[in-house]
C-alpha cells in the first residue's frame, strides 16, 4: 500500500471457517462430523471463525482495500441446505467484523446457494464457470455483485486470445460486474490470454457506447 497507494487496489485473502475447517481436521473428517453432530461441527465454525475475522482485519490495518473470502461449502461437496444451515449467517457476521469490502469465493456449482449469499451483506461473490452467467444473474437480482467467470483449466490454460474474449462477451452479456478468471490460475497460463480479459472488456463496452 504504501508503495502503490490508490494507484492500484490492493486485495488480500483470509480464508473462511468451512475452508479452515478441511484444513485442520481433514476434508473427509470433518464433512462427516457434519453429518454426524452437526452442533459439534457449529462449535469448531464458531472457533475457526475468529482466525478469519483476525487475520482480515490485520490485513485491513496494513492497507488492504477489499479482501477475498475463500470458503469452499462447494456443491460438489455439500448441499445448498448445508450452506443455509452452517454458513449463511457467518458470512453476514463477517461483513458487519471486518471493515472493507469482501468479496466470497466458492468453487464448483454453487446456484443452489447464491439466492442465500445474497443475503448475507457481503458486496461481491466470485462464482467458477460451472456456473451459467445468466442464471446466476437472474438468482442474484442484483442484490449482490457477481465477479467470474472465465474457465481457467480449458479456455485460459489450453486455448487461446479468441476463445478468452469470447467467454468474457458471454460473461459481459450475462450481466457479471467483474470480469476475472474463475479461481487460481494456472502458473504457466500464457499471459496473452490473461492481457485479453481487460482488452476484450473495454472492446466490448466501447461497441455500446
Not at 470458503?71 to 471493515?99: C, K, M, N, W
Not at 444473474?137 to 469470447?166: C, F, H, Q, W
Not at 468474457?168 to 467483474?178: I, P
Request: charged residues 30%; glycine residues 8%; aromatic residues 8%.
Amino acid at each position: 500500500k504504501r508503495e502503490y497507494g490508490d494507484e492500484a487496489a490492493v486485495i488480500g485473502k483470509t480464508m473462511g471457517p468451512w475452508s479452515l475447517g478441511y484444513h485442520g481436521f481433514g476434508v473427509e473428517s470433518f464433512l462427516l462430523m457434519s453429518y454426524d453432530d452437526p452442533d459439534g461441527t457449529k462449535r469448531c465454525l464458531d472457533l475457526l471463525k475468529e482466525a478469519t475475522v483476525a487475520f482480515g482485519r490485520a490485513q485491513v490495518e496494513a492497507g488492504a482495500d477489499a479482501l477475498t473470502l475463500p470458503d469452499h461449502a462447494t456443491g460438489d461437496l455439500v448441499s445448498g441446505d448445508y450452506y443455509r444451515r452452517f454458513l449463511r449467517d457467518i458470512h453476514a457476521e463477517f461483513q458487519e467484523r471486518i471493515p472493507c469490502p469482501l468479496i466470497l469465493h466458492i468453487c464448483g456449482n454453487t446456484l443452489d446457494r447464491m439466492a442465500d449469499i445474497a443475503q448475507t451483506g457481503i458486496p461481491c461473490f466470485h462464482f467458477e464457470s460451472k456456473n451459467d452467467p445468466a442464471e446466476a444473474r437472474r438468482i442474484t437480482a442484483g442484490r449482490i455483485a457477481l465477479a467470474g467467470n472465465v474457465n481457467n483449466p480449458e479456455t485460459l490454460y489450453t486455448r487461446g486470445p479468441d476463445e478468452v474474449r469470447k467467454e468474457v462477451y458471454r460473461c459481459l452479456d450475462a450481466g457479471v460486474d467483474l470480469i476475472a478468471p474463475e479461481c487460481a490460475i494456472p502458473l504457466r497460463t500464457r499471459l496473452e490470454n490473461l492481457r485479453e480479459i481487460p482488452k476484450a472488456v473495454r472492446d466490448w463496452h466501447r461497441a455500446r457506447d
